[in-house]
């Protein structure tokens, strides 16, 4: 079994800057990549930024790019996203998943994600 755990949410204000983390645990010698996820109410969730478990192969959204920053410490077995230059658009409950298995490219799709934290919110106000 994999464990993550979000933290670091938080309100800002528009243009600010927030780091969340993403602690992860257990067997973690069976995850092959990482991922944030976020979703806004009425909204379906949505790939944010990834990684493969390595650190490798950072991928990002569009919507995001130049603005977040994701990065991972190996020896710590903790992912961060970066969130600068934050607006409204962003606020969300904010994800962080483990794929378990096999992975040679970051998955943008939630449901090839098998282990997810509880969410962290995220509110940018304008």
């Known amino acids: 079994q994999v464990y993550v755990v979000e933290s670091g949410g938080g309100l800002v204000q528009a243009g600010g800057s927030l780091r969340l983390s993403c602690a992860a645990s257990g067997r973690t010698f069976s995850i092959s990549a990482m991922g944030w996820f976020r979703q806004a109410p009425g909204k379906e969730r949505e790939f944010v930024a990834g990684s493969l478990w390595s650190g490798r192969n950072v991928d990002y959204a569009d919507s995001i790019k130049g603005r977040f920053t994701a990065s991972k410490n190996n020896a710590a077995n903790t992912m961060y996203l970066q969130m600068s230059s934050l607006k409204p658009e962003d606020t969300a409950v904010y994800y962080c998943?483990?794929?378990?298995?096999?992975?040679?490219?970051?998955?943008?799709?939630?449901?090839?994600?098998?282990?997810w934290g509880q969410g962290t919110q995220v509110t940018v106000s304008s």
């Open positions: 998943a483990a794929r378990l298995g096999r992975a040679w490219s970051v998955p943008q799709l939630a449901s090839s994600y098998d282990s």
